[in-house]
Nanobody, 121 residues
Framework: QVQLVESGGGSVQPGGSLRLACVFS????????AGWYRQAPGGQREFVAR???????LYADSVKGRFTISRENAKKTVYLQMNNLKPEDTAIYYC???????????????WGQGTQVTVSS
C-alpha cells in the first residue's frame, strides 16, 4: 500500500520561502508520477504542480516562476520549493502520486495527509 507523508509546512511572511517534502513508501517510487495540490479555507482543492517519473514538470499559472517541483528517487521524495510566497498561497498542501500520469490528483491517486502553509505579515 502506497503511503505519502508530507512535511515542511509552516508560517512565513510574504516574500518568504518554504520547501515541502513528500516521502513515498509502499511501492516502486520510480514507476510513479507525483504532484502537489492545495486547498485554501473555504475553497476547492486545486492543482499546483506535477512531475513525471522521468522528471518533466508542469505548473499552475498562479505559481509558475515562483514554485519548483523536483524529485529525488534515491530518497523516494518529491519536493516543492516555494519562493516569493504570497498571502493567497495560504492553504493545506497535499502530495499525490499515481502510476498513470493522467490519474495524478484524481480519485484513484494516492494522497498524503496534507501540510499547512500560512503566508501572513
Amino acid at each position: 500500500q502506497v503511503q505519502l507523508v508530507e512535511s515542511g509546512g509552516g508560517s512565513v511572511q510574504p516574500g518568504g520561502s518554504l520547501r515541502l517534502a513528500c516521502v513515498f513508501s509502499g511501492s516502486t517510487f520510480t514507476t510513479y508520477h507525483a504532484g502537489w495540490y492545495r486547498q485554501a479555507p473555504g475553497g476547492q482543492r486545486e492543482f499546483v504542480a506535477r512531475i513525471h517519473r522521468g522528471g518533466a514538470a508542469l505548473y499552475a499559472d498562479s505559481v509558475k516562476g515562483r514554485f519548483t517541483i523536483s524529485r529525488e528517487n534515491a530518497k523516494k521524495t518529491v519536493y516543492l520549493q516555494m519562493n516569493n510566497l504570497k498571502p493567497e498561497d495560504t492553504a493545506i498542501y497535499y502530495c499525490t502520486a499515481a502510476s498513470i500520469l493522467s490519474n495524478v490528483g484524481g480519485e484513484t491517486a494516492y494522497w498524503g495527509q496534507g501540510t499547512q502553509v500560512t503566508v501572513s505579515s
